[in-house]
């Protein structure tokens, strides 16, 4: 498998990575809080503590649950950051984070849309088909402010558009038909409470791989 971590060709990275290993669990908001029907702010302060903590958090916030990316405004704050740790059509893996992204306009003539189900952690349970580009290129920056450029195609083209929309505060909601965004509440006013309990037990059993791993450091 084919992994980049950054952008960059790796030899491997583990599953959850060295960020959510070091980051807590924040609270994942709903569709319906303010924070997330908002453009978030811009990063102005790099190689900050705060920015690393934050992003460490946010990926352990999203494999708790299990998601493939998770914008800034998903766990209430509203700076332009998303992480991500995503597969492509081609059995590639993409994991990383960008600050301040930018998404690329495709030419009229180069775009070629995919209709695809799609899911929203903020949605929790609900999936519906939402029509993509197949390929993205996202521009920003690193924690540090190192300038990075991010490229996915199919779905981790996908996940890199519904992260950018995040931040400009839209959901997939938003490009569903009345009729659509409507059945997408349904199904998450059904599965709500389910998805929540898998997503407590996947944290029990992170904190307790976190400990373990500790133990045996020590010992």
């Known amino acids: 498998m084919l992994v980049r971590v950054q952008g960059q060709l790796v030899d491997g990275y583990p599953t959850p990575s060295p960020e959510a290993r070091r980051g807590s669990l924040l609270r994942v908001t709903e ?6 029907s908002r453009p978030c702010r811009e990063v102005t302060e790099f190689g900050t503590p705060e920015l690393a903590t934050l992003i ?4 352990h916030t999203m494999y708790v649950a299990e998601g493939a990316g998770l914008a800034a405004n998903q766990v209430g704050v509203d700076l332009r950051v998303f ?4 597969f492509d059509g081609q059995g590639g893996r993409h994991v990383g984070h960008i600050v301040n992204p930018v998404l690329e306009e495709l030419p009229p003539q180069e775009r070629r849309l995919l209709d ?3 899911g929203c952690l903020s949605v929790p349970g609900a999936r519906m088909v939402v029509p993509r580009l197949d ?10 402010g190192r300038p990075l450029t991010i490229e996915g195609t199919d779905y981790f083209a996908r996940c890199l558009q519904h992260e950018t929309d995040h931040l400009l505060g ?9 009729r659509d965004r409507k059945e997408a509440l349904r199904q998450m006013g059904e599965r709500r409470e389910r998805v929540y309990a898998q997503r407590e037990a996947r944290e029990a059993g992170m904190s307790a791989q976190g400990a373990d791993s500790k133990s045996a450091a020590v010992n």
């Open 31 to 36: 569709i319906g809080e303010e924070v997330l």
């Open 56 to 59: 460490d958090d946010m990926f």
């Open 83 to 86: 992480v991500f740790d995503c």
């Open 116 to 118: 695809e189900a799609e």
């Open 135 to 144: 390929r993205a290129t996202v521009r920003g920056f690193d924690k540090d």
């Open 170 to 178: 839209s959901t997939y909601l938003d490009r569903l038909s009345k």
